[in-house]
């Protein structure tokens, strides 16, 4: 009996275990999913994604040096190698982000090989304008499906081509394209055309770089007399593809007009805090501004308000006529004391 007690307690709690370690494997296996390998190919582009685990392999059986031109120039400070890898072959990374996009390049005595790592990129699609913020990364697919592609790029309409790099490309067909580190210079038209033969299929993307979002604050008065008109700014440094409002927690959408609140005839119920929200384009970063407080002060307490000012500049002008009397009578006595002193000259010249 007591055997067959303790089998049934354990059938029991492997029952009620079972859900447990089956949502644990789940989890498990998506996380092995999400941190996928990201093998890179030499003098070719590859998309990785944010979070995979990056391994490039030099194949070189000499002594490599590895290099790294992104944002920055440094190598990224989580780059390592396999102990027994002593020549330093094959450069790992893992928990990719989109500050690690850029050209690795691996140099040793006999050549070098360079691999270009695209983290986290922008798509950019072919129809309409494509607005990426300076520095990110961006895909252009031409959806071919096996015939090879002729990309051309010009930065501004009718001027000459650009060339574009072979490593830009995943593979001999070209029919994606990427880039890194966007600026000025990367912006215009690219064309992507497919087959060789006629008709041709054109795919046309438009790329333009934004400068990033730095600072958002809010200028205006912080304080306001009841029935009074507020108008607070939105400043951006940078380039914001929209702006939005909220007072303390809640979104404002009335007396908004992108970058400027104004509010008419400001009530009591109009104080709190407001910031400002600017929605960065593809590849930013948002930025909220800092807390602004407005207060508004009821009518009763802006009258005594003025009334103490006007009081007190009217004292102030009392001074200033007591200061006028108070000269005049100098330059009187002065006057008194010079004609004193010339009748005693003239009284002095009379006896002589």
């Given at each position: 009996m007591v055997h067959?007690?303790?089998r049934g307690r354990r059938e029991l709690l492997i029952m009620s275990l079972r859900p447990a370690l089956v949502c644990f494997l789940l989890l498990s296996l998506t996380r092995m999913a999400e941190s996928d390998d990201c093998d890179g190919t030499a003098d070719q582009v590859q998309f990785c994604k944010v979070g995979d685990?990056?391994?490039?392999d030099s194949s070189s059986n000499e002594n490599v040096k590895w290099t790294f031109d992104g944002k920055t120039t440094n190598l990224p400070s989580t780059v390592n190698h396999d102990d027994s890898d002593t020549q330093k072959k094959v450069l790992k990374l893992d928990g990719l982000s989109a500050a690690d996009s850029g050209k690795y390049t691996a140099t040793y005595p006999s050549g070098a090989k360079n691999f270009l790592i695209l983290v986290g990129a922008v798509t950019c699609p072919a129809a309409g304008e494509c607005k990426v913020v300076k520095g990110s990364s961006i895909e252009m697919d031409s959806g071919a499906a096996s015939e090879t592609v002729a990309w051309?790029?010009?930065k501004t309409p009718g001027g000459p081509d650009t060339s574009i790099p072979t490593i830009n490309f995943p593979d001999n067909n070209k029919k994606k394209m990427g880039l890194f580190n966007l600026n000025a210079d990367n912006a215009g038209t690219y064309e992507a055309k497919y087959p060789s033969g006629e008709p041709k299929t054109t795919k046309t993307f438009t790329v333009s770089v934004q400068d990033p979002i730095t600072t958002?604050?809010?200028e205006g008065d912080g304080s306001v007399c009841a029935g009074?008109?507020?108008i607070l700014k939105c400043e951006v440094t940078g380039d914001a593809k929209d702006v939005t409002w909220k007072k303390n927690t809640s979104p404002q959408t009335t007396n908004v007009d992108g970058k400027v609140m104004t509010i008419n005839g400001a009530k009591p119920d109009d104080a709190g805090e407001y910031t400002c929200h600017a929605k960065s384009y593809l590849g930013g970063q948002p930025v909220d501004s800092p807390r602004f407080p407005l207060a508004v002060s009821a009518a009763v307490d802006c009258e005594k308000?003025?009334?103490?000012?006007n009081s007190s500049t009217s004292i102030i002008n009392n001074n200033e006529e007591e200061d006028k009397k108070g000269n005049a009578a100098a330059r009187a006595a002065s006057c008194s004391v010079a004609l004193v002193v010339m009748t005693s000259l003239l009284q002095l010249c009379w006896m002589v």
């Open positions: 067959q007690s303790c685990n990056l391994k490039l051309t790029h010009k958002v604050k809010i009074g008109k507020v308000q003025q009334k103490g000012t």
